[in-house]
């Protein structure tokens, strides 16, 4: 049997430090390596692929991973720009808004990471915080910079909802994760479910208890596949893009 082809949006960077613009579209292999782990055939989305090139190649795919990134447009929610709010990419919150959308709809399964997460939320219709030090100096530390921290680092706990898909993939009250954002969710959208937060209260996983997955998680369990518990998230999620296609 064919394995189903998991659609993962891009980020754009420069590729020369003596050229700026000279822009690169692409994605780190973290994500790349996870899902062929998982038994999935991973699909790179371009930015420049948009309107009806996106719809058709979105009607091929049988999951979608929204990974991290820079941060949204606020005006996409509703609020207006906070200073440290940074690296925005149009084109790539265009694409992933209405990736997350139809996924929704359409109950493909889908699977947020760190800005993945916040995507999910905004397009369902929820709010952000711009910026956890700023705007919650009480919160704990979440951005581990790398390479000052390795990728793995493991920077606090979550605590998972019972009975919650995220759960069941982990098999775990609790999972230790790595972290690397400032921004995270402030009102949750409707149709979402918190099921993570960390000790300081700050959520780290919500997903769709009518969609059969849409979940999405702050940290970066593409960082943590030694964890049985990180790989476990890429593989039910492959395996659910396969009982779509089937």
Not at 170 to 196: D, F, I, K, Y
Not at 241 to 246: E, F, L
């Amino acid at each position: 049997m064919a394995k189903p082809l998991i659609g993962i949006t891009t980020q754009r960077w420069s590729s020369s430090l003596t050229e700026p613009n000279t822009r690169v579209q692409g994605e780190l292999h973290g994500y790349i390596d996870a899902v062929l782990a998982a038994g999935g055939m991973p699909i790179l989305i371009p930015l420049s692929v948009q309107g009806d090139d996106l719809r058709e190649l979105y009607g091929r795919l049988d999951g979608v991973i929204l990974p991290g990134g820079g941060d949204i447009e606020p005006a996409r929610y509703a609020a207006p720009k906070h200073p440290a709010t940074n690296s925005i990419d149009a084109d790539r919150d265009i694409a992933e808004i209405w990736l997350a959308r139809q996924a929704l709809a359409d109950q493909k399964p889908l699977l947020g990471i760190c800005r993945g997460l916040q995507v999910l939320n905004v397009a369902a219709g929820g709010s952000l915080t711009q910026d956890l030090p700023s705007e919650r100096p009480t919160a704990l530390p979440h951005y581990f910079r790398y390479p000052a921290f390795p990728l793995d680092y493991p920077a606090h706990q979550v605590k998972v909802e019972a009975d919650s898909l995220l759960a069941r993939v982990v098999g775990s009250a609790s999972v230790e994760v790595n972290s690397r954002h400032h921004q995270s969710t402030q009102a949750v959208a409707p149709g979402l479910s918190v099921v993570g937060r960390a000790p300081d209260g700050v959520i780290e996983a919500v997903e769709s208890p009518t969609h059969p997955f849409a979940l999405a998680v702050q940290w970066h369990p593409e960082n943590l596949q030694a964890q049985p518990a990180m790989r476990a998230l890429f593989e039910r999620f492959v395996a659910a893009a396969a009982g779509r296609r089937r």
